[in-house]
């Protein structure tokens, strides 16, 4: 069954720390919404588990619309320059 998530009015920007929001869960694959203000850092981190990771990738500068893939168990975080969205998709290995 399809579904809509209209994002912008679920997932919010918060002063004291970033926000996640869970897009979807299933047993085929995970997306989180996370909403970073200006100066807001996810530290950098991996996760001992099988699947693909999209996110940021060591230092590696990215702009709207960039889409970064990585392992999962690659160690990864995000350092917010502006006010910024990132849509996180995990998926289990085909």
Do not use: C, W, Y
Not at 53 to 72: M, R
Request: glycine share 4%; no cysteine; net charge negative.
């Amino acid at each position: 069954m399809m579904k809509k998530v209209a994002i912008f009015d679920e997932a919010k920007f918060t002063d004291l720390t970033f926000h996640s929001f869970l897009v979807h869960d299933s047993e085929n694959f995970k997306i989180i919404n996370f909403n970073f203000k200006a100066g807001q850092t996810m530290p950098i981190h991996s996760h001992d588990i099988e699947g693909e990771f999209l996110s940021e990738d060591d230092v590696i500068p990215a702009k709207t619309g960039d889409v970064l893939v990585s392992d999962i168990s690659e160690p990864h975080g995000v350092h917010a320059v502006t006010d910024m969205r990132v849509l996180v998709t995990i998926a289990p290995p085909i």
